[in-house]
């Protein structure tokens, strides 16, 4: 089964950048979706298909895909990105995967 | 406006039944598809399975296979997780999502099952 890993946590003082990755084999070729989940809330979904924002997501945050890397981008942080994100892709293996998630911090 | 509003908390022993519920309003029901999202006490999300009401084509994720199913009744646009014996193990909080090509772009407020004796 398709697998996608991801760090455990990252930690980012305000303001600036923090980069969360999502590795996966050949993941550059399928389409990565993102979600942000905040304690006690229901998962939003923040980038789909590699790089686009829905309407109402920050354009602070971004996405990017290529080879075996997948990465959410959050410029500009602020306390409120503090979350869990998650990565997910669509494998015909599997079908559907979720990463194994990663804590932002925000200093 | 696309809403997806799932049924109450429940408690349950081990052994018991239970169907959990998930109403889609706000959009074309049988035209996307809806999945089922289990999240542990502290843990991250997994896929349980997918189904498309407008035809009830279902897909289950390998874990879950055997042990939920899944169903639709699109008459009322709502969506089904059922369990025929529940385990303490299945104590967590399930979420239903709409999903399409650009991911699951809409969520239910969740649904938290607690199995104790």
């Known amino acids: 089964s398709y697998e996608l890993t991801q760090p455990l946590s990252v930690s980012v003082a305000l303001g600036q950048t923090a980069r969360i990755t999502c590795g996966g084999n050949n993941i550059g070729s399928k389409n990565v979706h993102w979600y942000q989940q905040k304690p006690g809330q229901a998962p939003v979904l923040v980038i789909y298909?590699?790089?686009n924002r829905p309407s109402g997501i920050p354009e602070r945050f971004s996405g990017s895909n290529s080879g075996n890397t997948a990465t959410l981008t959050i410029s500009r942080a602020q306390a409120g990105d503090e979350a869990d994100y998650y990565c997910?892709?669509?494998?015909?293996?599997?079908?559907?995967?979720f990463g194994t998630g990663t804590k932002v911090t925000v200093l | 406006e696309v809403q997806l509003v799932q049924s109450g908390a429940e408690v349950k022993k081990p052994g018991e039944s239970l169907k959990i519920s998930c109403k889609g309003s706000?959009?074309?029901?049988?035209?996307?598809?809806i999945g089922w999202v289990r999240q542990m006490p502290g843990k991250g999300l997994e896929w349980m399975g997918i189904?498309?009401?407008?035809?009830?084509?279902?897909r289950y994720s390998p874990s879950f296979q055997g042990q939920v199913t899944i169903s639709a009744d699109k008459s009322i646009s709502t969506a089904y997780l059922q369990w025929s014996s529940l385990k303490a193990s299945d104590t967590a909080m399930y979420y239903c999502a709409r999903w399409g090509a650009d991911g699951f772009d809409y969520w239910g407020q969740g649904t938290l099952v607690t199995v104790s004796s």
């Open positions: 298909r590699d790089s």
């Open positions: 706000g959009y074309s029901f049988t035209s996307y598809w």
């Open positions: 189904i498309y009401p407008g035809d009830s084509d279902t």
């Open positions: 997910q892709v669509w494998d015909s293996s599997t079908p559907l995967v």
